[in-house]
Structure formats: structure tokens, C-alpha cells
């Protein structure tokens, strides 16, 4: 089945450093990657739509400048939380879909693993 | 966006129980999926079920796009079962969840 392969699944990092998160789809491509952000006891929140080979859309309230989001190819997604802070520790979850599964949107979202962000 | 509510938000039962938890959300849908979160944060996909019935094991689910809710069961529940639900719901390649619906199987 189509794996999502995200990493780390786990990092800590001090206030102001800046940490990058991969998600790779391993056996699929996927021209559309979405990034989510979840609090501990809170649902997913999505945070942006990345498309291969240009710019990430993203959320109200989402900061695209903390938040750097890089789709350079149709493998691999990027998520840089730049000058991080101890508000941003979360759980973030990428996700992607098969662009050979037929119609445009018709096919279901595989997530990663997710990565467990913790800033001191 | 779209709008996703999950009920009941809080579930307890009995080892072997039975349970439905609902979904419904506020536009037609080109994708519905269930999930269920395990105490790491992995999301398990259960259900790609924009429309129509399943099943899978104890589990089944049901969506009826028409009237905008779907339905997850789950019979003969198990500790194992627990955790949190999710549904999530998407709209031309905006895809939202619901809040969740915590369950807890007692033995």
C-alpha cells in the first residue's frame, strides 16, 4: 500500500533554532502534500497545501514565514519551523495522495507518522 | 471551510459492547475517511468511505452523502479499541477533521 514516511518522529530543540521535518511518499508520487498541526487532547489542524514546484497555500493564522513549507519534488514535502519557540511545540502530521489513483481528489490521503516537536 | 462535528465526543463501554459514532459535516464531499489515533499519535486508516457501506472485522462504517453524515461501528468492542476517532472530510483538496471522539473499553 502507499507509504507516507515522515522524519524525525521525534525531536527536541532550544528556543530560537530552527528544525525541519521531511515527508516522503515512498511508493507513490504526489503532486499535493498537506501539513497539519495537532495540540495534545485537540484534533488535526490543517496548516497549509504544498504542490510540487510552487507555493504553499496556507491556513488563516499560519505564519508562512515561520513556517516554511518546500514541495521540490514530487516525493518529498518539507516543513521548517524557523526560529522555533515553546508555543510551537506539537505534533505535526504530514499527509499525500497518489496522483495515479485516478480522478483529481477521488482517492484517499495517506498521513505519516507524524513528528513530535518539542521546543525548550 | 468545511464543517465536521463527531458525536458523542466522550465514550465509555464495556469490553464486548457495541458502539456507533457519527459524523456530520456541512457540504457535499468528495472524500471521508475514518481514523483512529493510537496512543502514539499514529493516525490508522479504517475507512476510505466517501459514500456506501463497509465493513472490515468488527468494524463497519456507512456514509450517506445525501443527508451529509457517515457512521462508524464497532461491535464486540476490545481494550484495544481504544483511543481517539476520527473523521475527516474533504472538499476539492481541503481536507478538515472533526474534533474526535475519545473512546475508552473497559475489561
Known amino acids: 500500500g502507499a507509504v507516507v514516511s515522515q522524519h524525525p518522529s521525534r525531536v527536541i530543540c532550544k528556543s530560537g533554532t530552527s528544525v525541519k521535518i521531511e515527508c516522503r511518499s515512498l511508493d507513490f508520487q504526489a503532486t499535493t502534500m498537506f501539513w497539519y498541526r495537532q495540540f495534545p487532547k485537540q484534533s488535526l489542524m490543517l496548516m497549509a497545501t504544498?504542490?510540487?514546484?510552487?507555493?504553499?497555500?496556507?491556513e488563516q493564522g499560519v505564519e508562512k514565514d515561520k513556517f516554511l513549507i518546500n514541495h521540490a519534488s514530487l516525493t518529498l514535502s518539507t516543513l521548517t519551523v524557523t526560529s522555533a519557540h515553546p508555543e510551537d511545540s506539537s505534533f505535526y502530521i504530514c499527509s499525500a495522495r497518489d496522483r495515479g489513483q485516478g480522478a483529481p481528489y477521488n482517492s484517499p490521503l495517506h498521513f505519516g507518522n507524524g513528528t513530535r516537536l518539542t521546543v525548550t | 471551510g468545511i464543517q465536521v462535528e463527531q458525536s458523542p465526543p466522550d465514550l465509555i463501554l464495556q469490553e464486548g459492547a457495541n458502539s456507533t459514532l457519527r459524523c456530520n459535516f456541512s457540504d457535499s464531499v468528495n472524500n471521508l475517511q475514518w481514523f483512529h489515533q493510537n496512543p502514539w499519535g499514529q493516525l490508522i486508516n479504517l475507512f476510505y468511505?466517501?459514500?456506501g457501506t463497509k465493513q472490515n472485522g468488527r468494524l463497519s462504517a456507512t456514509t450517506v452523502a445525501t443527508e451529509r453524515y457517515s457512521l462508524l461501528y464497532i461491535s464486540s468492542s476490545q481494550t484495544t479499541d481504544s483511543g481517539v476517532y476520527f473523521c475527516a472530510v474533504e472538499r476539492l483538496n481541503d481536507m478538515r477533521f472533526g474534533a474526535g471522539t475519545r473512546l475508552t473499553v473497559k475489561p
Open positions: 504544498s504542490n510540487e514546484g510552487s507555493k504553499a497555500t496556507y
Open positions: 468511505i466517501p459514500s
